[in-house]
């Protein structure tokens, strides 16, 4: 296949001009333009101007089965042709929206066996939180309508998910949230425990959780809403027995949990779902992301058995949807994506190199800028600080994710650079090699920015 050229200047002077990039300084891109991605392969990007980088965070957690893969264009051409677009609005379906809810209801734990789908992550959240609250209403019990979340949490930025979102900077300038939503403390040892054990810190969260709902009142909450790995809000992996223990809480006070599976689904954490991490199985669980590792936009909910006997009223139409939900060029995409998940076994290897990678980037520690390494499977962070002793953070005036940022693309890897540190998610294709060169430039970038500092 021939490879396109592409005029870097010119695409640049066109982004700048007319492009709105979310989640981004604005007046930094306008000054100096975007990284443009022209091509890729495996765990590998191409520039406009020719060089490669390897992808470091999967596209935006996403690209689980590398770039490149013309199974995935194949798929979607092969339905295209039969036909591209069916609503699942009135009773319609198509035969790949079908048969994904199908293979969905293999994969997940008993008993989720019930799904409908949306375009992405925040509609799964949004449609998640409606669930849970129509749940209750056809119990006969509206005023349960609160959604438990965490502080650090990221589910989305619709509205909805945007307040059980536990991030200020994505709520800043946005206007009200709609009320309903409470945050407790993420579950993030190196900064909240104090000292404590695991087991003492674990028995503190829930205290919290009981405290909050004995002040606001079993029976005006619907949910809890969490990641069973926190991704982009700081890749926090909660100590062993932190979620059963939240789960039993819930149980005793009739609340539903959520578990967003958004980032964790599809094997970034080593095993096929997140939860599988954790022995604890949701009554609502919401995905999107890997389902087809970014190839087209796919996201969707799945409800437990006694959660779909609840909505299959009688008496009622179930008003909620999207145009896209269930659109059978996705969901074919999705259903090749997933036999490849699995065959090659992918989320295998997402555990066995996140361990090495975990391994390795704790050697770090003894640095006095490395304050904590972190990660499951094949999503890790590095969290640098200004004082080890304090864990004081870098001020913001030290610009830490610029100069980041820069050290990193400029040894050829994609990676999130923040004030905190550097967080990596690539693709679940990553060999040892490649693993090694990630290690090596991230480790080398550390040093070049703050032994500089």
């Known amino acids: 296949m021939a490879i396109q050229t592409w005029n870097a200047a010119e695409l640049i002077r066109k982004d700048q001009a007319y492009h709105l990039h979310p989640v981004s300084n604005l007046h930094q891109i306008r000054h100096y333009g975007p990284l443009v991605l022209v091509r890729g392969e495996?765990?590998?990007v191409w520039d406009?101007?020719?060089?490669r980088y390897l992808d470091g965070f999967a596209g935006l957690w996403n690209v689980n089965i590398g770039h490149g893969r013309r199974e995935l264009a194949e798929a979607a051409k092969a339905q295209m042709e039969q036909i591209a677009f069916v609503p699942t609005f009135f009773g319609l379906a198509s035969p790949p929206t079908i048969e994904l809810a199908?293979?969905?209801a293999e994969l997940f734990p008993d008993p989720i066996n019930h799904f409908q789908f949306?375009?992405?992550?925040a509609e799964s959240n949004e449609t998640a939180i409606k669930i849970a609250r129509y749940y209750w209403w056809l119990r006969g019990k509206p005023e349960k309508i609160k959604i438990l979340s965490r502080q650090m949490a990221y589910h989305g930025i619709a509205m909805g998910a945007l307040s059980a979102t536990g991030v200020p900077a994505y709520w800043e300038g946005f206007g009200p949230r709609p009320p309903g939503f409470i945050h407790l403390t993420a579950p993030y040892a190196y900064r909240f425990a104090h000292g404590m054990s695991d087991e003492d810190f674990v028995q503190s969260l829930v205290r919290e959780l009981e405290e909050t709902i004995a002040r606001e009142g079993a029976e005006t909450i619907a949910a809890f809403i969490g990641e069973p790995v926190q991704g982009a809000g700081g890749v926090v992996v909660p100590p062993e027995g932190y979620w059963p223990a939240i789960a039993e809480v819930l149980r005793r006070h009739d609340i539903l949990l959520i578990y967003d599976e958004v980032i964790t689904g599809f094997g970034r954490t080593g095993t096929l779902f997140g939860m599988q991490q954790y022995g604890v199985i949701p009554d609502i669980v919401s995905f999107a992301k890997g389902i087809t590792s970014g190839y087209v936009p796919?996201?969707?909910v799945g409800v437990t058995d006694a959660i779909f006997d609840v909505l299959s009223s009688p008496d009622r139409m179930f008003m909620h949807g999207f145009?896209?939900?269930g659109h059978p060029v996705a969901c074919a995409v999705a259903l090749r994506n997933i036999d490849i998940l699995l065959n090659e076994r992918l989320p295998e290897n997402a555990g066995e190199?996140?361990?090495?990678l975990l391994e390795q980037f704790g050697t770090l520690l003894d640095r006095p800028y490395v304050g904590n390494v972190r990660g499951k499977g094949l999503m890790l962070l590095i969290e640098l600080v200004a004082d080890k002793e304090t864990k004081a953070k870098f001020p913001a005036d030290f610009r830490l994710g610029d100069k980041?940022?820069?050290?990193t693309r400029k040894r050829g890897v994609i990676v999130r650079c923040t004030g905190d540190g550097v967080v990596m998610a690539p693709p679940l294709t990553l060999t040892r090699e490649e693993a090694d060169f990630l290690l090596n430039a991230v480790s080398e970038a550390i040093d070049e920015v703050c032994n500089g500092q």
Do not use: N
């Open 42 to 44: 495996g765990a590998w």
């Open 102 to 104: 199908a293979r969905l």
């Open 118 to 121: 949306t375009s992405g992550g």
């Open 353 to 356: 190199i996140g361990r090495y």
């Open 323 to 325: 145009t896209y939900s």
């Open 48 to 51: 406009a101007e020719g060089k």
């Open 404 to 407: 980041l940022q820069e050290a």
């Open 298 to 300: 796919l996201g969707g």
